[in-house]
């Protein structure tokens, strides 16, 4: 439990929690309240009362915590641990001292370290084996020692919101831990490319294009593409950053000027994307739809399976045949199309299992361009990242390699 104690906004969910806690019983179900212990810097001191205040609301409504995550700048003395423990009814020993760190990944270290884990099982009764966190330290040791870095930038329109890109950010960590890199992520406004032009992505090791929906800023993500391929900078399109992978290839490698997504222009000359007409759920039913259907429910959701086809980049990358990954679109490439671009150069080298949906596109003529109609960010994890991730940050990497040389031979 955390947040304001008290505020009515919170008050039916604090009232459900009580009652699971009574249904489930002391052995099964464990409290734990997340609480701020400000410093007073004029007074250089902690303040505890807060604390003390929320969990005596807490009680009134019922709810007796068991532990006490004690969140504050500094680690918590143990005059005052003890003092919050006899004034909040909690153990010492479970009154735990949750500093602020420079990573969200040392938390469980930290947490660690004050046997929050061996307490919880305790609680329940569960016989394990010490916890192993080797992994885990090699993990944050790796965050905290890169031993090289890349500049991705990434081209959206949420940009001044990082958290809009929540996921994204953490896969990239994640791939950096993988490769021991300091990725740093410089968001780019592809409505200032519009108006500006592209020279802001000049020193970029990669672009990557994330999702999105709207017609607002997609010329900029266009620009960007282009910018990418034509200067073999490594590409990584996702959802939406596919699409106008397609789209600028169509304009300008196919000669199809007209190119576009009918989601922007429905009366695009040539609509190398489209809306679904027609997929299978992962049961393996077919759904169908049209211009006409009503937009809630039509969205193409969940975990779906992707056919890789052998040879090519996404294959390599994956180093399987099939793989199963989540998707959140309306919009797809318009097979009409696929005969006219695969004969420029474009490969298409994923596809839903009945051959139906293009999933993964690339560019074999370029270092590394991959786009995929799916969101590999949300099966990325911290221990093991993900392969797409992974791939475009080596990439990054090689990219900075040549252009450092070129630099130094100049």
């Given amino acids: ?53 929320s969990v005596k609301e807490l009680r009134s409504i019922g709810i007796q915590p068991d532990i006490l995550l004690c969140r504050a700048d500094r680690p918590l003395p143990s005059d005052e641990r003890r003092k919050i423990a006899l004034f909040t009814n909690v153990e010492e020993r479970a009154v735990i001292s949750a500093v602020d760190v420079d990573s969200i990944y040392k938390i469980p270290l930290r947490l660690h370290d004050q046997a929050l884990d061996d307490i919880v099982v305790e609680k329940f009764g569960i016989d394990v084996p010490p916890a192993d966190l080797s992994e885990w330290e090699e993990v944050v040791a790796a965050m905290a020692h890169p031993q090289a870095e890349v500049n991705v930038a990434m081209v959206g329109k949420y940009v001044n919101l990082a958290d809009a890109y929540k996921s994204l950010n953490e896969a990239l960590i994640h791939a950096g831990a993988r490769t021991h890199t300091r990725v740093n992520i410089v968001y780019v406004d592809s409505e200032q490319i519009e108006q500006d032009g592209t020279a802001c992505l000049a020193g970029m090791d990669a672009v990557l294009v994330p999702g999105g929906f709207g017609e607002r800023g997609v010329e900029g993500k266009i620009a960007a593409v282009s910018y990418a391929r034509k200067n073999e900078v490594p590409y990584l399109g996702i959802c939406l950053g596919m699409q106008v992978a397609v789209i600028e290839f169509a304009r300008n490698r196919a000669g199809l000027a007209g190119a576009h997504s009918t989601e922007f222009r429905a009366d695009a000359a040539d609509p190398v994307i489209a809306l679904i007409a027609e997929w299978q759920d992962r049961k393996g039913v077919v759904e169908r739809r049209d211009a006409d259907s009503d937009l809630g429910g039509t969205m193409r959701l969940g975990a779906q399976p992707c056919r890789l086809r052998p040879g090519t980049l996404a294959h390599r990358t994956y180093g399987r045949d099939v793989i199963t990954e989540r998707h959140r679109h309306r919009y797809e490439f318009n097979n009409r199309y696929r005969e006219v671009l695969e004969r420029v150069g474009l490969v298409v080298s994923g596809t839903s299992s009945d051959d139906g949906l293009v999933e993964v596109i690339e560019l074999p003529e370029h270092p590394w361009f991959l786009a995929c109609q799916f969101h590999p960010e949300f099966t990325s994890t911290p221990r093991d990242g993900h392969p797409l991730f992974t791939g475009f940050i080596r990439a990054a990497l090689t990219r900075r390699s040549v252009t450092t040389a070129q630099a130094v031979g100049a």
């Fill in 1 to 53: 439990i955390g947040g304001t104690v008290g505020d009515i906004e919170s008050l039916p969910f604090l009232e459900a929690i009580r009652q699971m806690g009574v249904e489930l019983g002391h052995r099964k179900a464990l409290f734990m309240h997340l609480t701020l212990v400000p410093f007073i810097p004029s007074a250089g001191e902690i303040k505890t009362k807060p604390t003390q205040h």
